[in-house]
């Protein structure tokens, strides 16, 4: 099976192609450049470099969320034009559970993303069967405290908002120190999460990926505040 995984959730932008479960080539793209800029060019290269073309792609993974809404939207509508060609099935990939496939070990890791005014979208999983823990959330860091003092250790953070948690939890015992690599993505993590999807039955035709954002936007919750506040 060949695989493409796409991801967009952050400030990074990547591409890995997976074949029967190999990976053949992976991009990380971190120059400032917008994914509406790079995305394509990113694809065409890894498609050039291993000899592949969208015919031969029999699984499409994805980003659905949560992350940037851009982002997110960019990265959804590519896979979407490069799917529908031939009704590729295709897998939303949770970017949280993403993050946690690229690391092993014993313990948890508990993902984080900085999702602004104090808050983290977040997910915990074991470390060592990748099993999930926790359900994708969007919440305020104070509010993991009982998990974080509770769950099995070493704990690990990773993510864009894992400094937020370092800063709070830091010094809770079992936790361990913080490690700059771990703080992006990685479109083989989207890959590894996409290719079980596929196993369990829950890639879907593109005309059925969607994103997953887990909060409003940033205008529908300034507008929800606006209405309530010309309604008192």
Avoid: W
């Avoid at 959804?76 to 949770?94: E, W, Y």
């Avoid at 949280?96 to 915990?124: F, I, K, P, S, W």
């Amino acid at each position: 099976m060949n695989l493409l995984a796409v991801d967009t959730a952050g400030k990074t932008a990547g591409v890995a192609v997976m074949q029967n479960g190999r990976l053949l080539y992976e991009c990380y793209l971190d120059g400032g450049m917008t994914h509406s800029q790079s995305l394509m060019t990113l694809i065409d290269t890894a498609l050039q470099l291993t000899g592949l073309t969208p015919a031969d792609i029999d699984l499409y993974g994805v980003n659905a969320g949560p992350g940037s809404f851009t982002g997110l939207r960019i990265g959804l509508a590519a896979v979407k034009g490069l799917a529908f060609a031939k009704n590729t099935l295709c897998a939303p990939v949770s970017t949280l559970e993403a993050l946690a496939a690229c690391h092993n070990g014993e313990g948890t890791v508990l993902c984080a993303l900085d999702a602004r005014r104090g808050q983290v979208y977040n997910a915990a999983f074991d470390l060592a069967t990748h099993a999930r823990l926790t359900e994708d959330d969007a919440a305020a860091v104070d509010s993991l405290e009982d998990f974080v003092k509770s769950c099995k250790k070493p704990l690990f953070f990773v993510g864009d908002g894992a400094r937020l948690c370092y800063n709070k939890y830091g010094q809770v015992p079992g936790v361990m120190p913080i490690a700059a690599p771990l703080a992006m993505g990685r479109a083989v993590g989207v890959g590894l999460v996409a290719a079980r999807m596929a196993e369990e039955g829950l890639a879907v035709p593109p005309a059925q990926l969607l994103p997953s954002y887990h909060r409003l936007s940033q205008a529908e919750r300034e507008r929800a505040e606006r209405l309530k506040a010309e309604s008192l």
